[in-house]
C-alpha cells in the first residue's frame, strides 16, 4: 500500500502503526505468540524446509538487507536458503519486472525440490 502511494516505509512506522500495534497484541492474547520477538532469521534457521527468498532491489517497503541477512545466517544450512534479486523489482513485483526470469526461477526450484526427491 505505502509503496502504491509512494509515500514509502514511513506510512507503516507512524499511521499504520496502531493497527500494527493492534495486531501483535491480538496475536499475543489469542495465539500466545509474541510477533515482537518472532524473527524470520531464526524461524528460517529453526526449519528443515527448502526456502527460495525474492527480493526486489527497488523495494521501498524493506530493504534487500533484510533477505540478505537470512541467507548470511543459513549460510551453511541444508537445505540451503537461496535468494534472487531482481534488479527492477519493487515490493512483490519481480514477476512483472522479470517475468520469463521468475517463471524459470520458479518451476526450476520446485523442480529442484518436488516430491520424487
Do not use: C
Request: zero cysteines; proline letters at 6%.
Amino acid at each position: 500500500l505505502a509503496e502504491r502511494l509512494g509515500a514509502g516505509a514511513w506510512l507503516g512506522r507512524t499511521l499504520l502503526r496502531p493497527a500494527v500495534e493492534a495486531g501483535f497484541l491480538y496475536a499475543r492474547w489469542k495465539y500466545r505468540v509474541d510477533l515482537e520477538q518472532n524473527s524470520p532469521e531464526n524461524a528460517v534457521a529453526a526449519s528443515s524446509v527448502p526456502v527460495l527468498l525474492i527480493h526486489g532491489l527497488k523495494d521501498t517497503n524493506l530493504p534487500s538487507r533484510h533477505s540478505e541477512m537470512i541467507v548470511a545466517r543459513n549460510s551453511s544450512r541444508k537445505p540451503a536458503v537461496v535468494l534472487w534479486e531482481p534488479a527492477q523489482a519493487k515490493h512483490t513485483g519481480a514477476a512483472a519486472a522479470e517475468p520469463e526470469e521468475y517463471e524459470r526461477r520458479l518451476i526450476g526450484w520446485f523442480a529442484s525440490h518436488g516430491a520424487a526427491r
